[in-house]
C-alpha cells in the first residue's frame, strides 16, 4: 500500500476510502490464484439478491473454437421489439472473474438502458493463453448476427464494452472485428480498460497510480499469464494486447472511463489521444481521486455518476 510519505491514500475521495477494505488482496503465484477464484465464487451474490421482476435472466452454452462458451442473457421483461445488445466481457485481469459475477450490475444497466445484455464466460488465463478468451468473445459476437430473429435483438445496434480486463477485450474485439470485415460494432464502452502490457515501466514519468486494488506487479503477473511469455517483448499473438495495435482507424465510436489514480490512467489517455489521431470519435473521463475498481463502491457520489455517465453513453450509442 505503500509507506507514509509514498502514498497516494490522501488523494482518495474520501466517500472512496471505505472501498479500499472491500476488495480482496491477489498475491501473484497460481496457487494463490486458484484460492482467489474460489473465494470470488464464494463470495458471489445469489440470485435473489440482485433480481429485478422487470429483468429476466437465463444461461446457456454456444459454440466456441474450442469447446463450449457459456453466456449470461438478460433482457427486459416486458420486451415489445427487437432490441439493441450490450455484448458484457467481465473483469479479472484475464486470469479470474465470471459473467456470472456482474450480474448484479448488468441488471441494474439492463433497466435503465432499456437493452439486451449477453456477458460471456471467456477462457481465462494461464489455463487458455491470449488470443483464446479473445476469440470466445468474437464467437459469441458471431452467434448473435447469426441469430439475431430468434433472440428478438437489432443486429444494427451491437455494442461491446466492459470492465478492466474486459474493457481490454472489448478493445481488441473491435480491431479483430474490423479486420475480419463480418460483424460490423456500433460502439465500445471501456470502462477502465487493460490495454497496455508495458504499463509497468517509465513509472517516473507516469502521475501516482497503481497504488490500490490493481497494482504494477498484479498488472504483469495478469499479463504474463495470458501472453505464455514475458511482458514488453517485441513478438506476442496478434490481437492480445490492444495498445499495440498500430492501425486504429475505422473502429467504432468509443467512450473510456478511467480514475485519476487508476494504473490504467496513462494507457487510457494514450489510447484515446491515438483513436482521436486516426479520426475515431472518442470521449475519455478521468474521475479524481478514483482508484481501479471504484464504480463498485456503490454509496459513492463519483461511482454513481460514472455508472450513470456509462448508461447514457450507451443510450446514445442506441439512438436513444
Same mark, same amino acid.
Given at each position: 500500500?505503500?509507506?507514509?510519505?509514498?502514498?497516494?491514500?490522501?488523494?482518495?475521495?474520501?466517500?472512496?476510502?471505505?472501498?479500499?477494505?472491500?476488495?480482496?488482496?491477489?498475491?501473484?503465484?497460481?496457487?494463490?490464484?486458484?484460492?482467489?477464484?474460489?473465494?470470488?465464487?464464494?463470495?458471489?451474490?445469489?440470485?435473489?439478491?440482485?433480481?429485478?421482476?422487470?429483468?429476466?435472466?437465463?444461461?446457456?452454452?454456444?459454440?466456441?473454437?474450442?469447446?463450449?462458451? /457459456?453466456?449470461? @442473457?438478460?433482457?427486459?421483461? $416486458? #420486451?415489445? *421489439? +427487437?432490441?439493441? !445488445?450490450?455484448?458484457?466481457?467481465?473483469? /479479472?485481469?484475464? @486470469?479470474?472473474?465470471?459473467? $456470472? #459475477?456482474? *450480474? +448484479?450490475?448488468? !441488471?441494474?444497466?439492463?433497466?435503465?438502458? /432499456?437493452?439486451? @445484455?449477453?456477458?460471456?464466460?471467456?477462457?481465462?488465463? +494461464?489455463?487458455?493463453?491470449?488470443?483464446?478468451?479473445?476469440?470466445?468473445?468474437?464467437?459469441?459476437?458471431?452467434?448473435?448476427?447469426?441469430?439475431?430473429?430468434?433472440?428478438?435483438?437489432?443486429?444494427?445496434?451491437?455494442?461491446?464494452?466492459?470492465?478492466?480486463?474486459?474493457?481490454?477485450?472489448?478493445?481488441?474485439?473491435?480491431?479483430?472485428?474490423?479486420?475480419?470485415?463480418?460483424?460490423?460494432?456500433?460502439?465500445?464502452?471501456?470502462?477502465?480498460?487493460?490495454?497496455?502490457?508495458?504499463?509497468?515501466?517509465?513509472?517516473?514519468?507516469?502521475?501516482?497510480?497503481?497504488?490500490?486494488?490493481?497494482?504494477?506487479?498484479?498488472?504483469?503477473?495478469?499479463?504474463?499469464?495470458?501472453?505464455?511469455?514475458?511482458?514488453?517483448?517485441?513478438?506476442?499473438?496478434?490481437?492480445?494486447?490492444?495498445?499495440?495495435?498500430?492501425?486504429?482507424?475505422?473502429?467504432?465510436?468509443?467512450?473510456?472511463?478511467?480514475?485519476?489514480?487508476?494504473?490504467?490512467?496513462?494507457?487510457?489517455?494514450?489510447?484515446?489521444?491515438?483513436?482521436?489521431?486516426?479520426?475515431?470519435?472518442?470521449?475519455?473521463?478521468?474521475?479524481?481521486?478514483?482508484?481501479?475498481?471504484?464504480?463498485?463502491?456503490?454509496?459513492?457520489?463519483?461511482?454513481?455518476?460514472?455508472?450513470?455517465?456509462?448508461?447514457?453513453?450507451?443510450?446514445?450509442?442506441?439512438?436513444?
Amino acid at each position: 500500500m505503500g509507506d507514509a510519505t509514498t502514498s497516494t491514500r490522501y488523494l482518495v475521495d474520501p466517500e472512496l476510502l471505505s472501498g479500499l477494505e472491500l476488495f480482496p488482496i491477489f498475491n501473484e503465484n497460481f496457487a494463490a490464484l486458484k484460492e482467489f477464484r474460489a473465494l470470488l465464487e464464494e463470495s458471489a451474490f445469489p440470485e435473489s439478491a440482485y433480481a429485478q421482476e422487470d429483468v429476466l435472466i437465463e444461461r446457456q452454452d454456444i459454440k466456441g473454437p474450442d469447446g463450449r462458451v /457459456g453466456i449470461v @442473457i438478460l433482457r427486459p421483461k $416486458e #420486451q415489445t *421489439n +427487437p432490441l439493441p !445488445v450490450y455484448l458484457y466481457l467481465h473483469p /479479472g485481469g484475464l @486470469i479470474f472473474g465470471t459473467a $456470472e #459475477q456482474s *450480474n +448484479p450490475s448488468n !441488471v441494474v444497466t439492463v433497466s435503465a438502458v /432499456g437493452c439486451v @445484455i449477453v456477458s460471456v464466460d471467456y477462457r481465462l488465463a +494461464p489455463e487458455a493463453r491470449g488470443p483464446g478468451a479473445l476469440m470466445d468473445c468474437y464467437a459469441v459476437l458471431q452467434w448473435l448476427y447469426e441469430n439475431a430473429s430468434d433472440l428478438w435483438i437489432n443486429p444494427e445496434k451491437i455494442a461491446v464494452g466492459g470492465e478492466s480486463a474486459g474493457g481490454g477485450l472489448a478493445a481488441a474485439l473491435t480491431q479483430y472485428a474490423r479486420d475480419q470485415g463480418k460483424y460490423p460494432i456500433c460502439f465500445q464502452l471501456l470502462l477502465a480498460p487493460m490495454l497496455d502490457d508495458r504499463s509497468f515501466i517509465d513509472r517516473h514519468l507516469q502521475p501516482p497510480t497503481g497504488e490500490f486494488i490493481w497494482t504494477r506487479s498484479s498488472n504483469r503477473y495478469a499479463w504474463s499469464c495470458y501472453l505464455g511469455q514475458e511482458t514488453c517483448e517485441t513478438d506476442i499473438p496478434a490481437y492480445t494486447v490492444p495498445a499495440r495495435m498500430t492501425n486504429l482507424s475505422n473502429l467504432p465510436k468509443a467512450y473510456i472511463q478511467v480514475g485519476a489514480l487508476d494504473l490504467f490512467l496513462t494507457e487510457c489517455v494514450d489510447y484515446a489521444t491515438r483513436l482521436l489521431a486516426a479520426k475515431c470519435a472518442v470521449e475519455l473521463h478521468i474521475f479524481p481521486g478514483a482508484y481501479h475498481g471504484f464504480q463498485r463502491v456503490k454509496q459513492a457520489r463519483v461511482s454513481a455518476r460514472a455508472m450513470d455517465e456509462a448508461h447514457l453513453a450507451l443510450k446514445i450509442a442506441f439512438g436513444d
